[in-house]
């Protein structure tokens, strides 16, 4: 990376995103400055996870690996911000989740550039990377400033929002809370991007989508995410029993494709296969009760439960209308767990190799995937090994590394002559 060694990281994120990815690999890496939190759970963790699921989940707001003096948080007054998001998500339609999370971005966003305000910062150095929706405010100071900033776009941003509206259309009465995000959501992302240097997302099928809302093919990066593996490496394939386990882990929603899940399933009644449904239900409860007997729903998990639920499964299966990376992925690999998924997410798969990539929407070629694993269990160990080879590209601090080799090539104070073994593949996105 030659001079990007130099770089000096600010992280502001709401929430524990991919377990803190982010300031956790530029730390590694001995490159972050601050992180900027809205909850940091100091104290008291070992108390809280022994407590209703609500507890645990703010125990979680920590991480051992980013030391406590190199964060700066807002923890009451983000408890009790958050609060209204919280007991609002069950029953609140898109327009007014959309515009709770505008609400809270925002608040957070004045608190890092209200702190910011009085930090000493050295352009030539000091970079900024933040999360869309929460880091106008930020960005638009830093900018001010002459810093290098960088926000992550999480997901397909709008043309997202419009494939979930359509399978809405398609499977009536499924949708928990049917309808959109207002305009003014869709104005603050364009804002965050246009205040940004860089865009940042996590797979071609999100550059893709960014591209056709107008955010410039040069100011696009692509990269992918990564995860602390450490001891958590599974030390061998899985061995499945009679009954073969499949996998769904995350929000049981119309966007990652629960009804073409329900529809495999229908179709292997025949079958011993058992599907294990983990994750925040977010479609109606008649949804829920067309789901085939094969299907057991086991509800919201918090992270410190997930290592019980990967243990009890042999697949993994995400059938994924659109995402922006589906870091769960990954985390299935490293538990051995061949993937079953669609192109519509990060390209981490291997299609016949660690996994399968089938259709999206298609609940038989869903199916015939499963069945084929089912009926081929030396297939299965075999995908089952390449996952754990897999998975071990994505370690971190590998995607903070690719974020510094492509920030050194846009960085005004940086020559483009840093270390770049994978080329910007803002360019690859579209011939």
Known sequence: MGAARSFRWI?????????????????????????YADIWCRHGRGILGRGPGGARALATRFHAGIPSDRVVSFSLAGIFSRAALHFQRPHACPAALANEYCRFGRWFALRVRQHLK???????RDLFFGFN????????????????????????????????RAEGELWPGWAQAPGGKPESYWERLKAEWAAADLVLVNSEWSGTALLKQGVLREKIIIVPLAIDLGAHVASEPVKPGKTLKVLWLGSVILSKGIQYLAEAAR????????????????ISDRAVQTFPPNM????????DKLGEVYRQAHVFVLPTISDGFAVTQLEAMA?????VTTPNCGRVVADGVDGFIVPARDGKALADALARLNNDRALLREMSRNALTTVRKYDLPSNAILINEQVAKHHPHWPSEATNENHHLGHQLLP
């Open 133 to 164: 929706t929460n880091c106008l405010e930020t960005l638009e100071l830093l900018k001010d400033r002459r810093v290098f900033t960088v926000v992550d776009q999480v997901d397909p941003a709008r043309l997202h929002d419009e494939a979930v």
């Open 296 to 303: 057991k729903v086991l509800g919201r998990v918090t992270r």
């Open 11 to 35: 992280v502001s994120q709401e929430g524990s995103r991919e377990s803190y990815a982010v300031p956790l690999a530029f730390h590694r890496l001995n490159m972050l400055r601050l992180f």
């Open 267 to 282: 179709l292997l009644k025949g079958q011993d296969i058992e599907f294990l449904v983990a994750g925040p239900v977010g």
């Open 335 to 339: 538990r051995g767990l061949p993937v």
């Open 118 to 124: 009085n930090l000493e910062v050295e352009p030539e």
